[in-house]
């Protein structure tokens, strides 16, 4: 089973709406974190906002929130105003503090979502 | 501020030739990793080092091997390259004391194994 399901391949959005990109994720652990990256055509990988499992209130960073549904394994991005420069890929990512115990093993990715702001 | 820094960004390889990707940060992190990524796949972890000194196999670590140099490096290499190995490599690097191991990446290194 995959650990992080992106359902929206490729999502097409007006200039200035409100864009949700959808992220569920599959854990045993009670302790992990949530991740989301842009990686535009250039191809860097590009840190938006991360989620703990602890944490009681949803994350947001500028114009990017986090919906946190823990109960529905859910970790939706919100892109709040959209512009020109957000089309890219995004992609949702999870850390478990799994099988180190200290937390400092790797992101497990989603496929991501291609996300086209039209003018 | 350099970040995270790639060399090469792009390599073109010859079945079974042999090469070592270099990654350096500047940010002074403990934890440094190595990702792969195929197209329409996201990133998946080849090796990581969670300290200086220490490195472990990530999800697809057949055919790589890492070498934590000192806090500041940690290089990858190929030693029979083959065509399944064409691929977009990624080197991170995170803080574990932050609490979150937020990942910062550098630009990529764009391998094609002939």
């Known amino acids: 089973a995959q650990k992080i399901t992106q359902t929206q391949p490729g999502m097409f959005v007006q200039e200035k709406e409100a864009v949700t990109l959808d992220c569920t994720y599959d854990?045993?652990?009670?302790?992990?974190?949530l991740f989301w990256y842009k990686q535009p055509s250039s191809g860097e990988m590009i840190f938006l906002i991360y989620?703990?499992?602890?944490?009681?209130q949803n994350a947001t960073e500028g114009r990017y929130s986090l919906n946190f549904q823990k109960a529905r394994k859910s970790a939706n991005l919100v892109i709040s105003a959209s512009q020109l420069g957000d089309s890219a890929m995004y992609f949702c990512?999870?850390?478990?503090?799994?099988?180190?115990?200290?937390?400092?093993?790797?992101?497990?990715f989603g496929k991501g979502t291609h996300l086209i702001i039209q003018p | 501020n350099a970040g995270v820094t790639q060399t090469p960004k792009f390599q073109v390889l010859k079945t079974g030739q042999s090469m070592t990707l270099q990654c350096a940060q500047d940010?002074?992190?403990?934890?440094m990793y190595w990702y792969r990524q195929d197209p329409g796949m996201g990133l998946r972890l080849i090796y990581y080092?969670?300290?200086?000194?220490?490195?472990d196999k990530g999800e697809v670590p057949n055919g790589y091997n890492v070498s934590r140099l000192n806090k500041r490096e940690f290089s990858l290499r190929l030693e029979s390259a083959a065509p399944s190995q064409t691929s977009v490599y990624f080197c991170?690097?995170?803080?574990?004391?932050?609490?979150?191991?937020?990942?910062?990446f550098g630009a990529g290194t764009r391998l094609s194994v002939l």
């Open positions: 991170a690097s995170s803080e574990l004391a932050s609490g979150k191991n937020i990942q910062y």
């Open positions: 990512a999870m850390r478990e503090r799994g099988y180190s115990g200290g937390g400092a093993d790797g992101l497990t």
């Open positions: 080092s969670a300290s200086e000194g220490t490195t």
């Open positions: 940010m002074n992190h403990n934890s």
């Open positions: 989620q703990g499992s602890y944490d009681q």
């Open positions: 854990t045993s652990d009670p302790s992990y974190g």
